[in-house]
């Protein structure tokens, strides 16, 4: 069966194909790495899934990437240095050409792109409202299947858990759904929709360089950009290096050869240290820093941070303008008037690449920006306490159940968050409204099982490779995972699982149970 070829499909496939043929050395990389786990998950599915194997691998084809692109236009911004969603967007490319059940090799440059396939119609109206004949699954069958395995004692003491239908916004499954408990990273969620409800999935963060009128001060003033980069790779980010080129061309033509650099991080208030102290997850919080304040060549996970991020980071301007026939003096803090004159700027990836990022990757440097980025929307201080007082009002605004919820931060570093499923399950519902493409990268940036960020080595031999997509929430006592899986039916399904512990427990066994959790819904023809 060869499904027709949908109008909003059709408007975002140029869009699609000109991104996957602009990283092609990334995706030969990432679909070699990730073609053993593909293969296993194969073997795993067989056995467990009752529906015919192409239906399970039709959805994990929607999964990855249609389901979502028939629903929005694009889902543009940069692209991870290892790979990641590249593979995604490739297999989506290919889809034009027929489906996805097959991972053979074919011919072309990679030899290991997925071969033709037929797709499941049913599947790609997920979002759309019209799901034909795809049943949802009824609450009896998943209060079978679900309540034995959150039994589990791997879980520690407390857990709760929310699956809803996300065409009609149901919940079909519940259990300690209202009750809040400490999320971990899946808080970044909830930032993820505050942020693009406040500030816009367009939005852009600038940074400027300034100078001071009848004086020679040139002023850095960072705007919270955290993925400014200094290096010379820039993977789509802004570039301090061209911030640099222009602002000192714009000096030359003003007849300046030396200079005072001086920087401004005037925009962020409050304490620049997350409650939790320094640590290698997060770098002090500063309107001004380059590649997160990492003093190695990482780009996600920990790592030794800069103590003085901004000061660090003026520092790499000036000797960047002495490189570029500026001479420099030492660099010290200042706050840009409103006489200055503009001498450049370079802008952020959208918010929407941001947010793709952030949740991927889970990257906490990323989520405290956008908290403030969604505090100076909403009118609050940008600050660890504004920022989640404006996520809080946005949230209410979407009319989003909060009772009992409390932000602390935006990253979920800290243990005062308290969320619950039925809040994070309604947050994933909002973004896959048909009514809200602009939400659409909070479901698009969520690791894929066994493929991507967060989620790339779980689910070994497990049904929901490839099909649950998914951020977790880690923290000592504290395992959590919300996302979304199509189940063997191929209905597209929210679910949250959030577990803690007041006795030690085995990390390990208990994320295993949550992803069995994740992967009986995959399997699920529960109808």
């Known amino acids: 069966m060869v499904v027709p070829e949908l109008k909003a499909w059709r408007a975002a496939r140029p869009h699609v194909v000109r991104v996957a043929r602009s990283v092609k050395p990334q995706l030969v990389r990432a679909l070699g790495a990730v073609k053993p786990p593909l293969v296993r998950a194969a073997g795993a599915v067989r056995p467990l899934v009752t529906r015919p194997s192409t239906a399970q691998f039709t959805a994990g084809a929607a999964t990855l990437g249609l389901a979502l692109a028939i629903t929005v236009v694009t889902a543009a911004g940069p692209w991870d240095s290892t790979g990641q969603r590249t593979a995604e967007r490739d297999w989506a490319a290919s889809r034009e050409r027929a489906g996805g059940a097959d991972h053979g090799h074919v011919s072309g440059t990679s030899g290991k792109l997925p071969q033709p396939a037929p797709s499941a119609a049913a599947v790609l109206t997920g979002l759309g409202g019209s799901v034909g004949s795809v049943p949802s699954p009824t609450e009896k069958a998943l209060a079978d299947i679900l309540g034995p395995l959150l039994d589990d004692a791997s879980l520690g003491s407390e857990r709760s858990a929310a699956v809803v239908d996300m065409t009609t916004g149901k919940r079909l499954y519940g259990k300690g759904e209202d009750d809040a408990l400490t999320p971990a990273s899946t808080t970044k969620i909830a930032t993820a929709v505050a942020a ?58 003003r ?3 030396e200079v005072t650099v001086s920087f401004d991080t005037s925009l962020y208030a409050g304490p620049t240290v997350h409650p939790i102290g320094p640590n290698a997850n997060l ?64 802008e952020s990836p ?12 889970s990257d906490n440097d990323i989520a405290e920006a956008l908290a403030r980025q969604t505090a100076l929307a909403s009118g609050e201080p940008a600050s660890f306490e504004g920022g989640a007082t404006a996520i809080r009002k946005q949230l209410k605004k979407l009319g989003l159940p909060l009772e009992g919820t409390r932000f602390a931060d935006g990253s979920g570093l800290d243990r005062a968050d308290k969320l619950t499923a039925d809040l994070l399950t309604a947050l994933l519902a909002e973004a896959a409204d048909p ?14 099982a066994g493929f991507t960020g967060t989620l790339v080595k ?12 998914a951020k977790t929430g880690t923290l000592t006592g504290v395992h959590t995972l919300a996302g979304t899986v199509v189940d063997s039916d191929g209905r597209l399904l929210a679910f949250a699982f959030l577990t803690s ?27």
Not at 294 to 322: C, H, T, V, W
Not at 350 to 361: C, F, H, N, Q, W
Not at 458 to 469: E, N
Request: proline fraction near 7%; glycine fraction near 8%.
């Open 255 to 257: 007849k300046l050869g």
């Open 501 to 527: 512990s007041d006795r030690p427990m085995d990390p390990t066994a208990t994320q295993a149970a949550l992803d069995r959790l994740a992967s009986t819904l995959a399997g699920c023809g529960c109808d």
């Open 283 to 346: 770098a002090a919080v500063s309107a001004l820093m380059t590649d997160e304040a990492r003093l190695d060549d990482s780009s996600s996970g920990p790592a030794d941070r800069s103590r003085d991020p901004a000061a660090d980071a003026a520092r790499k301007f000036a000797d960047l303008l002495e490189d570029r026939g500026i001479k420099t003096k030492a660099p010290g803090p200042s706050k840009a008037t409103g006489r200055a004159k503009a001498l450049a700027t370079v």
């Open 350 to 361: 959208p918010l929407s690449a941001l947010v793709e990022r952030m949740l991927t990757s």
């Open 458 to 469: 779980r689910y070994a031999d497990q049904p929901g490779t490839g099909v649950v997509r």
């Open 435 to 448: 009514a809200r493409p602009d939400l659409r990268p909070v479901l698009t940036g969520l690791p894929v």
């Open 196 to 253: 693009l409800t406040a500030a816009g999935a367009d939005h852009r963060i600038a940074t400027r360089a300034v100078l001071e009128p009848d004086t020679q001060e040139v002023v850095l003033v960072g705007g919270g950009d955290p993925t400014l980069t200094a290096r010379e790779e820039t993977a789509g980010n802004a570039s301090l290096r061209t911030l640099a080129d222009d602002t000192a061309r714009a000096l030359k033509a």
